[in-house]
């Protein structure tokens, strides 16, 4: 399966200044596949090093000298291991804290040897207060499920998707492929991204067995919860905010909601602890008046998103008929639509940085709220996931007067159109927002321009 992320391996392979590489995200999201798929494809060899299943090679890192690890490592591996013909793979290295470390001398005493790491788990070893980060001597990526882009490729639809690199506002999108894809995006939607069920369903169309692996799958992120060792994580509170997930994607976020009989304070560890797996994504709110919006962000006022809409969509008890008939924003009460465009919007994120999504709400009376923001080339943008046919814009309309917005972006399952400064986006478009919104914003500026003169 052909997944984005590796335009960013292959980059990194001939950058002048190369550092160790860790590869980031949450479980089953293909980061072992793609990293082993990649060193078949661009080295001589590659060597895999996984530091849950070989125990053995722990003892490779009691010494932080590379050229002793490789020669460790070579004999218990039983494979050569080159500078500049292999790529070093250290799987699950949140097992062994010593060999994160390790990766620093790899840097300054080893760089023509290509390294990546990764791990299911890692954040929580990074995140502990007495661990000491290599800084400024490893870079990360940052990986997601299968975005509804690597859904297409996947699915054989290399034609759709040239033809929507191409498409302009000014010609539109013909109405027959508008419908199929459509009707491509109502599969992804009970699908979803993550790698393994998407490939079953690309290779037997069996939406029962897909439902299975769903639900095997979400049963192993429990399992897995005896293993967020951090400070104040309890599993019952883990397990309960895992559960009451499909009542929480996309609504202003309270601990109330979990438990009203268990204070703020002993459920923020467990919710961070699913953050920091991976599990779910916080949107936070901004104010929207600068950039980074992070810098005027409240952090106590957040949203969230679950890992993969294919697994809300599962957890939610949707039925086959409704998602493959209702209108898309009226599933699960909006909620799959925001959580599609929240994990697309992370998908297409810049990978070298964790992705963060954000939401504005109105400080003033009136609650008006606007789903996302962004910003392209240094301008802020709000969007609002919206019905094809129904739906009103006054939220969006309050942010673009306030704010003195270019124009505002809406997300829905109407065609392409711009009309009344709303840039109108289909849902399955939205890889090409930015491409979009350049365009428009440049168009625009020559206009104004022309006037000028």
């Avoid at 606007?370 to 939220?395: A, C, M, N, Q, W």
Wanted: hydrophobic share 40%; proline share 4%; with cysteine.
């Amino acid at each position: 399966m052909k997944r984005l992320i590796e335009q960013d391996l292959i980059a990194w392979k001939s950058q002048i200044g190369r550092k160790p590489l860790l590869v980031r995200g949450g479980r089953q999201v293909g980061k072992s596949h793609v990293i082993e798929a990649f060193g078949r494809e661009h080295f001589e060899n590659h060597v895999v090093v996984n530091l849950e299943t070989q125990d053995e090679c722990h003892q490779s890192f009691t010494s932080l000298e590379p050229a002793k690890i490789i020669a460790s490592l070579a004999v218990l591996r039983q494979q050569p291991i080159t500078p500049g013909k292999t790529l070093l793979f250290i799987d699950e290295i949140q097992e062994c804290p010593k060999a994160i470390l390790a990766l620093r001398y790899f840097k300054e005493k080893m760089p023509e040897l290509h390294v990546i790491a990764a791990g299911s788990l890692l954040e929580f070893v990074l995140n502990q207060e007495d661990f000491r980060m290599p800084v400024g001597r490893v870079e990360s990526l940052y990986m997601y499920p299968c975005s509804f882009k690597e859904f297409l490729l996947a699915s054989g639809e290399q034609l759709a998707l040239d033809y929507l690199a191409r498409v302009t506002l000014d010609e539109g999108i013909d109405s027959a492929i508008h419908e199929k894809l459509l009707t491509r995006l109502r599969e992804y939607f009970i699908v979803g991204g993550m790698p393994e069920i998407l490939s079953h369903f690309v290779a037997q169309q069996d939406y029962l067995r897909v439902q299975a692996l769903q639900g095997m799958l979400r049963e192993n992120y429990r399992q897995d919860f005896g293993k967020y060792a951090a400070k104040g994580v309890k599993i019952p509170h883990l397990i309960k905010i895992f559960e009451v997930i499909p009542q929480l994607v996309g609504k202003n976020f309270k601990f109330t909601m979990i438990d009203p009989e268990v204070q703020a304070r002993d459920l923020k560890p467990s919710l961070n602890a699913l953050e920091d797996a991976g599990l779910i994504h916080l949107i936070y709110h901004t104010a929207a008046s600068g950039l980074p919006l992070s810098a005027v962000m409240n952090e106590n006022r957040r949203k969230m998103i679950f890992i993969d809409v294919g697994l809300l969509s599962h957890a939610s008890r949707l039925s086959m008929r409704e998602m493959l008939s209702q209108e898309l924003i009226l599933l699960n009460q909006g909620a799959l639509t925001e959580q599609f465009v929240g994990q697309e919007l992370c998908a297409y994120s810049r990978s070298y940085e964790k992705s963060q999504l954000f939401y504005w709400q109105r400080e003033k009376p009136g609650n008006a709220e606007v789903d996302y923001i962004i910003h392209v080339d240094g301008v802020i943008f709000p969007i609002e996931v919206k019905s094809g046919k129904t739906g009103r814009l006054r939220s969006l309309q309050q942010f673009m007067q306030e704010k003195s917005s270019q124009f505002g972006i809406r997300i829905s399952e109407k065609p392409l159109s711009f009309e009344r400064n709303i840039l109108s986006v289909p849902m399955y478009m939205i890889f090409e927002l930015e491409r979009l919104v350049g365009s428009l914003s440049v168009n625009r500026a020559k206009f104004i321009n022309q006037l000028r003169v």
